[in-house]
């Protein structure tokens, strides 16, 4: 691996909120949008996130005029397979990557709470729907990369006589994200994605994940073509105690969210295999490796990305570089107090990773010399 090859994204909502931190200004805050996106591209976020909810607004429009108000940052858009013909989708994307002179990525959501996908009307089963979506990714590549026109016979979709003029920017075609925990996530991920996206666990456990998915993908000839991701919530303060206490202070706080919130109906509706995993880390207790917070995951079920690194910017990094050695090279950091933790991200934390990092690669290499 090489320093090029570590990459850090943010992410974008419509409104600024958190689980400890109610929403401020509008549904679609169109300030909040313009001054977070540069506030990220500023502190030297590769990319950021635009994730999915059947309540929210849409991602791929948000991601748009994020792009349209920033020059580098890229846009790593959350779409949920199904709900948008792959063909119309895939020319969606490419739009928006020639948009962002070449800006753009797609997050592949499968999973997730199932009574939020019954509320947009998709009641497939687990398995099917991972069915599903190793088609939609068979017919994206072959709207984004065909130069004539072609025939898909698929169970879930058929395509007769697809030729499309617009094509990706990026070449061969826009970078893949994939999210998904459960066996047949893995069985699709290892076809298809180009980086494999996990939440906040274990260094040990994050190991055995890299080493699943590498085994997966090495069926298909693709054990070194997949990249890493983790998503974390860094919690950061200038000593270790006043970080620990701010932590304390956003658990009351979601604590205090949570009892106002209205509940939503579930339908007996399972939650996905991540949340499952982040659930049963917290059971082992409220900090993993030193600095590993999972509070916040058994609070809310572990609806999200929702454990933490806790400590200095300096314990944080160093925290960071631990999963960077365990073979993590993306990491999607997102704050609970959104925008003044971007910046601190930004001005504080980010740099110090890739300074680690850049000594690990020389250390590498003076070894090998």
């Given at each position: ?199 906040g666990e274990p260094v040990a456990d994050i190991r055995q994940r ?65 949340s499952d995993r982040l659930v049963e880390v917290a059971s082992r ?59 601190e991200y930004g001005q504080l934390l980010l740099p110090r990773i ?16």
């Amino acid at each position: 691996m090489s320093l090029k090859d570590l990459e850090f994204i943010g992410h974008i909502s419509a409104q600024e909120s958190s689980e400890a931190l109610a929403p401020i200004g509008r549904i679609v805050d169109h300030h909040y949008i313009k001054s977070h996106a540069i506030a990220q591209e500023y502190g030297g976020f590769d990319k950021a996130l635009l994730a999915v909810n059947s309540a929210a607004p849409d991602s791929l429009v948000l991601a748009a005029y994020a792009a349209a108000v920033t020059d580098k940052i890229g846009f790593l858009v959350a779409q949920r397979p199904g709900f948008t013909s792959p063909t119309l989708a895939a020319r969606q994307f490419a739009t928006l990557d020639h948009l962002s002179n070449g800006r753009a990525a797609i997050n592949v959501i499968t999973g997730g709470d199932g009574g939020d996908l019954q509320r947009d009307g998709d009641f497939l089963s687990h398995d099917e729907r991972y069915e599903r979506t190793d088609e939609y990714l068979d017919i994206f590549r072959k709207v984004w990369t065909s130069s004539e026109p072609f025939d898909y016979d698929g169970k879930y979709y058929k395509v007769q006589d697809n030729l499309t003029a617009v094509k990706p920017l990026q070449k061969p075609h826009l970078p893949i994200y994939f999210s998904g925990a459960s066996d047949a996530a893995v069985k699709v991920a290892a076809r298809h994605a180009d980086v494999y996206m996990m939440w906040g666990e274990p260094v040990a456990d994050i190991r055995q994940r890299i080493a699943g998915v590498r085994a997966a993908a090495a069926a298909y000839g693709r054990a070194d073509q997949i990249r890493y991701s983790l998503s974390l919530r860094p919690i950061l303060g200038a000593t270790e105690a006043e970080a620990w206490a701010r932590a304390d202070r956003i658990l009351q706080a979601a604590r205090e969210r949570l009892a106002r919130g209205k509940p939503r109906r579930n339908n007996g509706a399972k939650t996905n295999v991540g949340s499952d995993r982040l659930v049963e880390v917290a059971s082992r207790g409220k900090v993993q490796d030193k600095r590993l917070w999972t509070e916040i995951a058994a609070l809310t079920g572990a609806a999200g990305n929702s454990t933490s690194l806790v400590g200095t910017p300096e314990q944080v990094a160093e925290a960071v570089l631990d999963y960077y050695d365990a073979g993590v090279t993306t990491f999607l950091f997102r704050g609970f107090e959104p925008q003044r933790d971007a910046v601190e991200y930004g001005q504080l934390l980010l740099p110090r990773i890739r300074a680690l990092v850049a000594g690990r690669q020389a250390q590498g290499s003076q070894r090998a010399a």
